[in-house]
């Protein structure tokens, strides 16, 4: 095996999964004496350097030293089966002339954030000679979103087109979601101008309120996530085509993150006009948005509005309202919501936690607020320290506020060094 194939070796070891990546590297360290002694007559199996021996070892002390949790998070456990989903990808055979193979080799390094390696993957394909597919050009299009490069994405469908090339919707998804992040720019306004002549460019479906609510939703995450998301919504009317509850719902959120409540209530008169009944998601978003600017009248008015139209109550609906009411320092509504929640057997989470102690507070009672705090059970975010120690200091109890300093460095290991670490060069 020579120089090159043996990195070659090392890029699917990379890309194949933990036991897997242990068992090979336990058959290439044990065939090394067998090798050396067969090395210099081109029989048996070819030795490896000492940087990929060295690489080798690393290998294996570091997954037979990694500690292993005993309980998992739900996004533990999903970040798990996405790391799962990612690793049997990984080729069977030689990657060196497969399009196919350096697309999961661009996913699998687009996935583990190494972004200028997987342009490096893209480049490479090029200079080999392999004609890259549409689907090529849609996740290095992921690649260029979550680097937040808007330009060098708008640069790359401009000559995917120049070259021929059919865009898919997931090809102007991907384009809008990279350019979403800057709307101030040009590469936002541009990348809405293709979207508009894309059955110009020879698209081969188009688009339905579904694709519209998915990207909406996606911009709602941007800031300041109403201007992208209503672009959108309007370019959907301009089409023809009519909002669905998604759309709507979508659309809520984006306004009512951007603090444009009286917008969120145009869209529910509206959504009334079209008979599009309002669901769960419906109010969540519209106390979200209460919660956000601090309208705790509004928020109660919407909390029961839920119950009349027979709509379950959730932890998220009371989280909102609770905290609404929090910030103007309604405590007798507080206490009355965390006492109905107890009643229909709902379990208070961090959040509820959190927001009743900002109701003590903002109410002056810092008494109540540290019992409360007291009483959690062991789920104490670095947050609700936060929010208590705030309390303290501006309550002038200088001695409680260190108390709680020195306990929460302690509880989350604030200041001290990290160790057990292992580098793989």
């Not at 009743?356 to 008494?367: C, D, R, T």
């Amino acid at each position: 095996m020579t120089q090159g194939s043996a990195g070659t070796w090392l890029l699917s070891l990379g890309l194949r999964s933990v036991p897997t990546r242990l068992r090979m590297c336990r058959t290439r360290v044990r065939g090394l004496a067998y090798s050396s002694k067969y090395s210099h007559t081109g029989k048996g199996r070819a030795v490896p350097t000492s940087i990929e021996l060295a690489r080798l070892q690393t290998l294996q002390e570091s997954e037979f030293s990694r500690p292993r949790k005993v309980h998992q998070t739900k996004k533990e456990i999903n970040l798990q089966m996405e790391r799962k989903k990612h690793w049997k990808l990984a080729p069977k055979k030689d990657i060196k002339n497969s399009v196919n193979a350096h697309n999961k080799a661009i996913d699998f390094l687009s996935y583990q954030w190494k972004f200028k390696q997987a342009i490096s993957a893209f480049e490479e394909m090029k200079l080999k000679g392999l004609q890259p597919q549409i689907n090529t050009y849609n996740r290095v299009l992921r690649v260029y979103s979550k680097w937040r490069k808007p330009e060098e994405a708008l640069e790359l469908f401009k000559k995917m087109i120049s070259q021929g090339e059919k865009p898919q919707l997931k090809t102007y998804s991907e384009l809008l979601i990279a350019c979403a992040r800057f709307p101030e720019k040009e590469t936002w306004q541009q990348a809405l101008l293709l979207v508009k002549d894309m059955e110009s460019y020879g698209s081969k479906s188009n688009p339905t309120p579904d694709w519209y609510a998915k990207i909406i939703q996606e911009c709602s995450h941007f800031r300041p996530h109403w201007q992208q998301a209503t672009d959108l919504f309007n370019d959907m009317k301009v089409r023809g085509l009519s909002p669905n509850i998604n759309c709507y719902n979508n659309m809520i959120l984006a306004v009512a993150k951007g603090s444009k409540l009286e917008q969120a209530f145009e869209l529910v008169e509206e959504m009334k006009k079209e008979n599009i009944s309002l669901n769960s998601c419906t109010y969540l978003h519209l106390l979200r948005g209460c919660d956000v600017i601090g309208d705790w009248r509004k928020a109660l008015e919407i909390f029961k509005q839920m119950s009349e139209n027979e709509i379950e109550h959730s932890e998220r609906s009371y989280y909102f309202t609770m905290s609404a009411l929090g910030k103007a320092g309604q405590i007798e509504d507080t206490l009355k919501l965390f006492e109905e929640m107890k009643a229909k057997h709902i379990t208070p989470t961090v959040h509820i936690f959190n927001a009743l102690i900002s109701a003590y507070l903002e109410a002056g009672q810092l008494q109540h607020a540290v019992e409360t705090f007291d009483s959690m059970p062991n789920i104490r975010q670095r947050t609700t320290y936060e929010i208590l120690i705030s309390g303290c200091e501006n309550a002038g109890d200088t001695e409680k506020a260190k108390d709680l300093v020195e306990v929460m460095n302690s509880d989350f290991n604030i200041g001290k060094p990290k160790t057990n670490s292992v580098q793989i060069d």
